[in-house]
């Protein structure tokens, strides 16, 4: 192998059909993900995450621009990449005839892993994802949750140089959430690169190296979580219940969202003294917290992750 784990340079996919007009998914997409890094890539519904990892797993093909693996191009030379990629597809499901037992262990079969060491991931990846009492039953019978643990547990198992991730964690409950962040963290360590999308902003900053943000197409913005965090104009959010009737005593500390009678405001730490002694003064109680992922990404999109 060689070369970045995934680079893409000026990636356009547009879908066209007769008589619509053309919808464009991806506007010119450049982007890297080093080796053993874990890659996050947010935004809305139809923002075009989906498109690009149907892109880069060679399941679709680009309408101009280049995308590489490990120094191969996915459109021109789909089968010198597949050996080095895994994927769980958005809302996959496992084969409804197989025991999850059974779906991971087939499933690196047919990568032309050995049994033995097919076994011994299967039970490893099963026990990761908490599917152990579960392993030998039909995945019909099994709850949406459970069947999307598989998905992971099936790809996971394979320990892929490079692993594309959609939404991995939708329908889980809490704890099988944290059961697929730690096993991508210690993927990472052993060396995989890790590419997901999420609605999750929570997962997103305790998985992520680094972020992408995309909106119709195009990548907005990228960096790490603290860097994303920062551009909102500080680190601090101040909450002041009332505050909204004062918002122009404020906003030289930086940027003011009233909502209501409430006001929030972002600071710097450097200037949360002054502001607080602002506050008491005017007879405002205020709360101190730190900014959010989510609020740097309203900051950059202009909306809601979740918002149509």
């Known amino acids: 192998m060689t070369g970045e784990a995934l680079r893409s340079e000026n990636l356009r996919k547009v879908y066209t059909t007769r008589g619509v007009p053309p919808v464009v998914a991806l506007a010119g997409v450049s982007m890297e993900v080093h080796r053993g890094e874990r890659v996050a890539l947010l935004g809305?519904?139809?923002?075009?995450?989906?498109?690009?990892?149907?892109?880069?797993?060679?399941?679709?093909?680009?309408?101009?621009?280049?995308?590489?693996?490990?120094?191969?191009?996915?459109?021109r030379t789909p089968e010198r990449a597949r050996p080095y990629?895994?994927?769980?597809?958005?809302?996959?499901?496992?084969?409804?005839?197989?025991?999850?037992?059974?779906?991971v262990?087939?499933?690196?079969?047919?990568?032309?892993?050995?049994?033995?060491?097919a076994?011994?991931?299967?039970?490893?990846?099963?026990?990761?994802?908490?599917?152990?009492?579960?392993?030998?039953?039909?995945?019909?019978?099994?709850?949406?949750?459970?069947?999307?643990?598989?998905?992971?547990?099936?790809?996971?198992?394979?320990?892929?140089?490079?692993?594309?991730?959609?939404?991995?964690s939708i329908?889980?409950?809490?704890?099988?959430?944290?059961?697929?962040?730690?096993?991508?963290?210690?993927?990472?360590?052993?060396?995989?690169?890790?590419?997901?999308?999420?609605?999750y902003l929570d997962e997103a900053e305790a998985l992520s190296h680094r972020l992408y943000i995309v909106e119709r197409g195009e990548v907005l913005v990228s960096g790490t979580a603290d860097d994303l965090k920062r551009s909102v104009g500080g680190t601090l959010k101040?909450?002041?219940?009332?505050?909204?009737?004062?918002?122009?005593r404020f906003r030289s500390f930086g940027s003011c969202v009233a909502d209501g009678e409430h006001l929030s405001v972002i600071v710097a730490p450097e200037r949360l003294g002054e502001?607080?002694?602002?506050?008491?003064?005017?007879?405002?109680?205020?709360?101190?917290?730190?900014?959010?992922?989510?609020?740097?990404?309203?900051?950059v999109?202009?909306?809601s992750i979740n918002e149509e």
Do not use: C
Not at 55 to 67: D, E, N, Q, V
Not at 105 to 117: H, K, N, P, V, W
Not at 142 to 158: C, D, E, F, H, K
Not at 172 to 189: G, I, K, N, Q, Y
């Open 275 to 299: 502001l607080m002694d602002l506050a008491v003064r005017s007879q405002l109680t205020a709360t101190v917290g730190p900014v959010t992922l989510e609020e740097a990404f309203l900051r």
């Open 85 to 103: 990629i895994a994927v769980v597809p958005q809302e996959g499901k496992p084969f409804f005839h197989l025991t999850p037992r059974e779906q």
């Open 105 to 117: 262990y087939t499933y690196l079969r047919a990568r032309g892993i050995g049994r033995e060491t």
């Open 171 to 199: 329908g889980m409950d809490p704890f099988a959430r944290r059961d697929v962040w730690e096993s991508l963290r210690t993927l990472s360590r052993r060396g995989s690169t890790i590419l997901l999308t999420t609605h």
């Open 119 to 168: 076994k011994a991931r299967t039970e490893e990846s099963l026990e990761r994802m908490g599917l152990l009492e579960f392993a030998d039953r039909l995945a019909i019978t099994l709850s949406g949750g459970q069947r999307q643990r598989t998905m992971v547990a099936t790809v996971i198992a394979t320990e892929a140089p490079l692993l594309f991730l959609d939404e991995p």
């Open 238 to 248: 101040v909450s002041m219940a009332g505050g909204a009737r004062e918002v122009e």
């Open 301 to 303: 999109v202009g909306r």
């Open 44 to 75: 809305r519904n139809g923002a075009g995450k989906t498109t690009f990892l149907k892109i880069a797993s060679t399941l679709l093909r680009p309408t101009s621009g280049s995308i590489e693996v490990f120094g191969f191009d996915v459109a």
